[in-house]
């Protein structure tokens, strides 16, 4: 990784400035042996020496914000150069990094805003808002987000609540609001996935979704919302690695310069940077070699490369692409101008302060949670001796169970013992299609059943295969059903909702955080004087 | 909480004096919602309305090493004068707080000191070095250890593995050699819990335990690690609660004349601090209030009062019987000027630096797994497809199994699907005593079986009651166990080895860090050319 001494100036030159058109992965963690993806996760040896060579851009995940605040600070240092600082934050940045605001999922907004159109557009703008400002006071100069996607298909993997709308115009009147709260706070914005992710049933992390959509089409669903954010000023947009064949028979968008240049660039007239989605995911790293892959997003369109799967091979063939004129330097030039551009428009801030959520946002935090929420028959839940029965997708670790959890104390201070079904854990199910709960292996008592589930990237069809339906069907049956809360996916409460029996207490929270735990049980459980036992105080 | 504005001046002295005493709890983490343990950590507010008043020093847990850096410098800020700051770091600093590093626990060290004592020495020293360098870089000066209690009770609940021995030797001259490497990184110490918590079987967190010894008994086997200590140059001592009729039939260690002073301070000759352990411990805190408790404490020779129940109410009480002359003033001189003289002696950083933790910490966290690692059949787990049967105490969060561990993962590439036992889970236990394991409830094939163990304080006799020896058996019985590995506890080896069959692949680990595991299963599995898949890079 060392400089070759006999490299000449120039090609120095050349090589730091396709450099900085990268963004590479770390973790916001400090130490090497802290990386939850150390495979994804390049080491501090590698990162400070990408960034001595000119490494634009990095892109977060993991840690706490406090954590984040230094990490930033550390890789700027690395850099003497002015990073792009990104995350994934798109439901605000205590989605990724604890300690920050963790936000309603977008779709939440999606939902009230064909109730109550002007409430959800202002909660949009101050959702953009308190994400941007969180994210500059942990050092990040770029969220990656509005998702401009419309999930027109329920069933879709990947998008799922991750988008602000189901329609065109819910979806782009939203992303474009929050996009404003973004810029209010000087913090680059991202509209992804171009042209529109929100109709496939396959995960692009997997494997590469083809969509057959014609461009007549794609006008009428997929490409509005990108036209919103644009005209709302957002500063970059991500591919998506999609097929359309209808467009581009040969290469996905990331990779397509029919749908980045010809489409985006010309026809949609955005000037701002074109990043592609990571290039280490499936859809393309099956496909294409590290070097190659970036050259051809490059060639068709993109400025940035985003986790290229080895950062000093796409320098190297990027450089070469160059040298042998099969790109043409303009388009470097150009690229750069840009990356400029859009970091001259954050706010850097002086210095970091300690505190990142202030009161304001845990306001917000608490009306988007308020905003959001479906109780269909209240304060029934009483204290009795029973289980608390909750569904999680995975406790390595768990955010939404961690520490003080309400779904895991409220529960267990009227009498309920928490019983927690994980996809690590003992199986809780048994070969029987009308009675799929093994009801043997949880105990005695009625349940309270609380599923935290909503479509996770990586998964599959995992979440879908299993048998909620007839499990609610069969705690009724027999008798023992106290409650039932979703905590995520509305699909899933439309699909549950229906069957319940007509007082039983349930409640539907797209969000899944405390707050959101907190007043659904707080609703649902009947007052009564139970009391906290002293409990433990260390571990 | 606010001073009442008729205070006279001495009044105002006298209280922000007397408040230099308390030690109060706070977490590691910065926002209040952070808090695990809201019921026994301060508030913000709180806590910067009581160092403002003068409280002088705090103890800390939870959040990560860098989060402490910045909480640290925090806390002292609100004081504006300088504060003691401590945490119960036994196990090196990374046992409390993420990103630091996990030591084995101290009677790894002890077991080992049979074979080598010299080895087992300059071990020891070291771990008080890396403990103390790393609490020094957080922002810490005072580390609660080392442990002197005598663990010759292989039942007691709360001491167990946490004892550097488990004769008075042993537990002496590897407390002593701690202790010169927390003074050699110039950080203050503590020996606890006067006088020897070893021999009991109940959880003073929970009940007071009695312990019959006589004075003379005393001598023999608690004493002596204490005495090494202070030779050692220990800088405080923590009393324990227990209650030792035949010194003090009426008051325990915490609030006994007998003990604090004409033992500890008297007959043993101890000029350091002496500090109560937590008074909010049931053993204390249902016997006696608040504000009663620290006079008691107080007036026994205790100079510091640890995480009273209500500090408002230590403070108010402590300054009643100052004035009152229930207890002399210079007994209040004395105390401060002790703190003074400790506080004295600890090296402040001009800058927290932002590693925590260097090469040379990782390599002797790694040296003190291998140095105490048991295996006694090796390389005999070949890649099928079975079962990776984990037990750990909890999972919200279950540090030993986050992220990337290799106890879940190295065994999942093995062909070992993970399938985690806690107390939260599914259960996996029948009515059968022959047979307790539900094995239906787990899945098909071969199972490697690793538990994680050890004595936990708050969980009461809940540990021992689980049969894993007739598990084992039953497992071999049916010719399903692939492999036993124990994380922790010396003794449940040492209960289930005998029950192995001759050649079954077993090791044991005191430690249960990711090192451990590592280096375990690395001797365990079979050198086999497994293939990690690529996985996920995100959540």
């Known amino acids: 990784m060392h400089l070759n001494p006999t490299d000449s100036l120039p090609d ?77 934050v798109e439901e605000g940045v205590g989605q990724r990094f604890e300690g920050a605001s963790w936000l309603v999922p977008p779709l939440a907004l999606g939902r009230l805003y064909n109730q109550k159109p002007d409430r959800a ?45 189901e329609n065109p115009t819910t979806a782009g009147t939203l992303a ?153 330097l303009e388009r470097l030039d150009r690229a750069l101008q840009r990356r400029r551009a859009a970091l001259q428009r954050v706010i850097h801030q002086a210095k970091p302060e300690t505190t990142i959520s202030m009161n304001v ?4 935090e608490a009306e988007l949670v308020q905003a959001s929420l479906t109780t269909r028959s209240t304060a029934g839940i009483g204290a009795a001796t029973g289980i608390n029965l909750i569904r999680v997708d995975g406790v390595f670790p768990c955010p939404a169970l961690q520490g003080t959890a309400p779904a895991r104390q409220l529960p267990e201070q009227w009498g309920y013992r928490s019983v927690v079904i994980h996809g690590h854990g003992v199986s809780p199910w048994q070969d029987d299609p009308e009675a799929p709960l093994a009801l043997d292996r949880l105990g005695e008592g009625p349940v309270v059943l609380q599923l935290f589930l909503r479509g996770n990237p990586f998964r599959g069809g995992k979440d879908s295969q ?42 539907f929270s797209p969000g899944q955080m405390q707050e959101a735990q907190r007043q659904v049980l707080e609703a649902l459980l009947e007052k009564s004087g139970s009391s906290i036992a002293p409990g433990d105080f260390t571990d």
Chains 1, 2 share one sequence.
């Open 176 to 328: 474009a609001a929050f996009q404003r709260g973004l810029s209010s706070a000087g913090v680059l914005g991202c509209a992804k996935h171009f042209p529109g992710h929100g109709d496939t049933t396959s995960d692009s992390h997997l494997d590469l979704p083809v969509l057959p959509h014609t461009r007549q089409r794609l006008e009428q669903i997929e490409l509005p919302p990108f036209r919103a954010a644009i005209a709302a000023g957002v500063d970059s947009v991500m591919t998506a690695h999609l097929l359309l064949p209808e467009l581009d028979r040969n290469q996905p968008a990331t990779l397509s310069k029919t749908v980045l240049t010809a489409l985006l660039r010309q026809e949609l007239g955005f000037q701002g940077l074109i990043v592609t989605d990571a290039l280490v995911m499936e859809a393309i790293a099956a496909r294409h070699g590290a070097g190659e892959a970036a050259v051809l997003a490059f060639e068709a369109g993109a400025d940035l490369i985003l986790m290229p799967a080895d950062a000093e091979a796409a320098i190297a063939a990027l450089c070469e692409a160059f040298e042998a004129k099969r790109l043409p």
């Open 466 to 507: 299993e048998p909620w339906k007839a499990a609610v069907q069969q705690l009724q049956r027999v008798g023992r059903l106290a409650g039932l809360v979703i905590y995520g996916s509305p699909y899933l409460w439309e699909e549950l909702e229906p069957v319940l029996e007509p007082h039983l207490p349930a409640a």
């Open 12 to 88: 120095r030159k050349l090589r730091s400035r396709v450099a900085e058109l990268l963004v590479v992965r770390a973790s916001g963690h400090l130490e090497d042996q802290q990386r939850r993806y150390p495979r994804w996760e390049l080491s501090n040896v590698a990162l400070e020496q990408l960034l001595g060579r000119g490494v634009g851009g990095v892109i977060l995940l993991g840690g706490s914000a406090t954590e984040l605040q230094q990490r930033t600070a550390q890789l700027q240092r690395w850099a003497q150069h002015p990073l792009l600082l990104c995350a994934d």
């Open 121 to 165: 557009v202002a909660l949009a703008e101050r959702y953009g808002r308190c994400t941007a400002e969180q994210a500059r006071r942990c050092g990040l100069n770029w969220v990656l987000a509005p998702v401009c996607d419309v999930n027109n298909n329920p069933a879709n993997p990947v998008i799922n609540v991750r988008a602000w709308g």
């Open 361 to 364: 946002d845990r306001q917000l």
